[in-house]
């Protein structure tokens, strides 16, 4: 599982968490992905990790508590996707020809794993990619297939693209191929391996899937993605409490004529204050929400303050921020760890005129 990214659309968030780790629905993504794994039959993970690396295995130590066998491999200068996956090459145990899945770590998808496996296998690849359809694939990586399901390209990021395929993050590899990547220096996989297994005419399979998809590298996405694990449309064993509007973790106290819903995520010891409104967004761990704040489709980072009255709309909170009352922030801000936004000094109103 490739962990090692440096996240840096969801900046401020990912300055101090890497984006694997951030809590979607109270637990990293990555431990949501790691659930999936697990209840797939998968039983041993490797997290290949870089930026900020100590923190995955402090979270997630053995892999025990989460019932999996979890190694860690760090590179010293990031190595890029397809680096990452040559560098951990020497503790992938299996024959040559035997499978080995590659997750990209922050994604949400509902993806039936042992499917896919299956596929690559009946059809003899060196490997096999989860597609997914999107309504713009321009931001993605674009991998057209033949009526045979073998991909034909790879066009990443194209303003033109031939169909709404992309590449989901998610690929088995026969292992063989693993050992064919350079090692030493970064390499993409999607910009660089993937191209050049077809310019050798290597058998390269996309397995098209219509279940749960979502790529959670933009604020919007993450905080989509929140919403939907709370509210079950995506599934997760991992995912810590029931189903339902939304999600108040240990500790937190949320006012009994606050609103907190539409898949909201309240973090622990977080407090939300009397007659404020939560609505979808995500709360992380101790932050808190005074008095009659809305919040809104935001993240609201570790331990900052939501003044009374403030309106947040579509916005990232850093941690330990403070927003004091009278503020107004819509859609696209981003307040900096620690910063304070004195009261009044920022009033949205472009949408009201
Ligand atoms: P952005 O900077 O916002 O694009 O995010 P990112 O750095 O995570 O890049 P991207 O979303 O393209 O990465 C896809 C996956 O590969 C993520 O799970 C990353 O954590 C991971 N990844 C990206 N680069 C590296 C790397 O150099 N080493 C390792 N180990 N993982 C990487």
């Known amino acids: 599982m490739l962990v090692g990214g440096q996240g840096t659309r969801l900046r401020p968030l990912t300055m101090s968490a890497p984006k694997p780790m951030l809590p979607v629905a109270g637990v990293p993504v990555t431990a949501h992905m790691l659930a999936r794994a697990r209840d797939a ?3 041993r993970v490797v997290l290949a990790t870089s930026y900020r690396a100590e923190v995955f295995e402090e979270y997630f130590g053995d892999g025990s508590a989460h019932g999996l066998e ?21 503790r992938l145990r299996g ?15 509902g993806l039936d794993i042992q499917a896919l496996i299956r596929r690559h296998r009946e059809a003899e690849a060196a490997v096999t990619l989860h597609l997914t ?4 694939p321009r931001a993605f990586g674009v991998v057209p297939v033949d009526d045979d399901g073998r991909v034909t390209a790879f066009l990443e990021k194209t303003p033109d693209p031939p169909t709404n395929l992309i590449n989901a993050g998610c690929y088995v590899f026969r292992r063989s191929v693993i050992d064919t990547i350079p ?23 996309g397995f098209p899937d219509s279940t749960y998809w979502l790529d959670l590298g933009t604020p919007a996405a ?8 709370v509210t079950g449309r995506m599934a997760s064993s991992a995912l810590p409490g029931p189903v339902g509007d939304c999600l108040v973790l240990s500790g937190a106290q949320v006012a009994p004529d606050a609103k907190v819903g539409g898949g909201a995520t309240v973090g ?21 929400v005074e008095a009659g704040a809305t919040v809104r489709d935001s993240v609201i980072g570790r331990g900052a303050v939501i003044g009374a009255g403030v309106v947040l709309d579509g916005v990232v909170i850093g941690d330990g921020a403070v927003v004091e009352r009278g503020n107004e922030l819509r859609a696209g801000a981003r307040v900096f760890p620690g910063a304070v936004l004195a009261a009044g000094a920022v009033r949205f109103s472009s949408d009201r005129t």
């Open 268 to 288: 622990a010891r977080a407090r939300v204050g009397t007659g404020a409104e939560v609505d979808g967004a995500v709360i992380f761990d101790d932050a808190v």
């Open 95 to 109: 024959d040559a020809d035997d499978p080995v899945v590659i997750f990209n770590g922050d994604i949400l998808s």
């Open 183 to 205: 090692t030493g220096r970064p390499v993409s996989v999607e910009r660089e391996t993937f191209p050049a297994l077809l310019a050798a005419g290597t058998p390269v399979l």
């Open 70 to 90: 979890l190694e860690y491999v760090t590179e010293t200068e990031p190595l890029g996707t397809g680096g990452a996956i040559r560098n951990v090459a020497g």
């Open 222 to 229: 993450f905080v989509q993605g929140s919403r939907d694990l």
């Open 133 to 136: 359809q999107v309504e713009d």
């Open 41 to 43: 039959g998968i039983g």
